[in-house]
């Protein structure tokens, strides 16, 4: 059995602590890890959300909601990247009605029994929603004991790599929270002027917000490779100046967009220039670059 382990991911606040293992079929996020070996008799159902499957555990007095199943075509990087982005929900709500945490839209839902199932992009908002729209795709699935047989799974290592952060010359562990007064203080990162109140973790990297609208960065760093050094200087009438380097993998960057928009196509949430410009793009700068590198050695 292949597993891997995200309870060390550089951001356990917004990846639920999971297993993901290889089946012969696909592969499998688990939220309730060894969910098969915890219960007597259960029946399992497959939902279809995109391209991927929610597995619930039908119980005598509940029903859980245990695992996502992904493609093999996936790699474990674009896995974890989108575990990352999306967040998952079923059946979460209180009095306000239905919810997801964590989150900035709903990407897609659906209900099951009369339960909605969803698939949100990830933000910093308890999002609640309207269930009225969905589609009830109880009648499509046929409901079946299942017996999952896991002796031909095999334990995968993804932990993913955490960036290296340095402030003021010290490393640390964990994205620092810095506040900042737009009255007085300055921010500069890599060269540019960052208007924002505060920085602080997106993803496990750096983030800058603004107070007004926290639910996504108004500017962020993406890449975990090389190390990220903050120097923060302070005046004597107590303004700040915040200044953030990081020394990116230009190659690295721009491949990993190329992914994000590619699975952005797929999912049809890309618009023609965005894929024409992103995807088709030659980069002549980056093969300047490289072609510099070479002649130097």
Request: net charge neutral.
């Given at each position: 059995m292949e597993m891997i382990d995200f309870s060390s991911v550089k951001n356990q606040h917004s990846i639920k602590k999971g297993i993901l293992r290889r089946l012969p079929d696909c592969y499998e996020y688990?939220?309730?890890p060894d969910y098969e070996l915890k219960y007597d008799s259960f029946q399992s159902q497959s939902i279809q959300m995109l391209e991927f499957f929610f597995t619930l555990l039908e119980l005598k007095n509940k029903t859980l909601f245990v695992s996502v199943q992904f493609p093999l075509h996936y790699d474990t990087d674009r896995i974890q990247e989108f575990l990352e982005y999306y967040t998952f929900s079923y059946d979460e709500n209180d009095e306000k009605g239905y919810y997801v945490?964590?989150?900035?839209?709903?990407?897609?839902?659906?209900l099951f029994k009369g339960k909605p199932l969803v698939i949100g992009r990830r933000g910093r908002k308890k999002l609640y929603y309207d269930v009225s729209d969905f589609i009830e795709v109880t009648a499509q699935y046929n409901q079946y004991h299942q017996i999952v047989n896991t002796g031909q799974a095999e334990i995968v290592d993804m932990v993913k790599k955490k960036p290296v952060i340095i402030l003021n010359g010290r490393r640390i562990d964990t994205v620092p929270r810095i506040d900042f007064d737009l009255s007085k203080d300055l921010i500069l990162s890599n060269g540019q002027f960052i208007v924002a109140d505060y920085l602080d973790d997106y993803c496990g990297n750096i983030g800058f917000y603004s107070a007004s609208d926290p639910a996504i960065p108004v500017s962020y760093y993406l890449d975990?490779?090389?190390?990220?050094?903050?120097?923060?200087?302070?005046?004597?009438?107590?303004?700040?100046?915040?200044?953030v380097k990081q020394k990116y993998h230009l190659d690295h960057l721009i491949d990993k967009e190329r992914n994000r928009i590619s699975q952005a196509r797929e999912d049809g949430d890309l618009d023609d220039c965005d894929k024409d410009d992103v995807l088709g793009r030659e980069y002549p700068m980056l093969e300047k670059i490289?072609?510099?590198?070479?002649q130097q050695r």
């Open positions: 688990c939220f309730l945490k964590n989150t900035l839209e709903i990407v897609e839902g659906k975990n490779d090389t190390p990220v050094y903050i120097q923060i200087d302070e005046g004597a009438d107590g303004s700040k100046i915040c200044v490289r072609n510099r590198k070479g």
